[in-house]
């Protein structure tokens, strides 16, 4: 089992910068493949972007793709998704979630455990 806390929202200008951090407790953590996904009101949670357990292979969905990086430090047991030229339609609330199974899985169900998330505000 592995919880999950994510850090980092804030507001922040159109065109800056942000990076979130997706820390876990618990030993298992090199055993899961962790993903970002972000969420509005009135919708469905988003794929963003999905990492191995060793970083070897990353995933992201077009909408980010060339804009945000995700990358991820076994040995402090954290997740990071850098996010560059934020957009005002960035704003949203950001989750990070683990899944033992391996691949380019975007299906929000497939995941096992999931953070609290937390708030990006693109706005000048």
């Known amino acids: 089992q592995v919880q999950l806390a994510e850090s980092g929202g804030r507001l922040v200008q159109p065109g800056g910068s942000l990076s979130l951090s997706c820390a876990a407790s618990?030993?298992?953590?090199?055993?899961?493949?962790i993903a970002w996904f972000r969420q509005t009101p009135g919708k469905e949670r988003e794929f963003l972007a999905r990492?191995?357990?060793?970083?070897?292979?990353?995933y992201y969905a077009d909408s980010v793709q060339g804009r945000f990086i995700i990358s991820r430090n076994n040995a402090r047991q954290t997740v990071y998704l850098q996010m560059l030229s934020l957009k005002p339609e960035d704003t949203a609330t950001y989750y990070c979630?683990?899944?033992?199974?391996?691949?380019?899985?975007?299906?929000?169900?497939?995941?096992?455990?999931w953070g609290q998330g937390t708030q990006v505000t693109v706005s000048s």
């Open positions: 990492i191995s357990w060793n970083g070897d292979n990353t």
């Open positions: 979630a683990a899944d033992r199974e391996e691949g380019p899985i975007t299906d929000e169900d497939e995941y096992d455990f």
């Open positions: 618990g030993r298992a953590f090199r055993s899961y493949e």
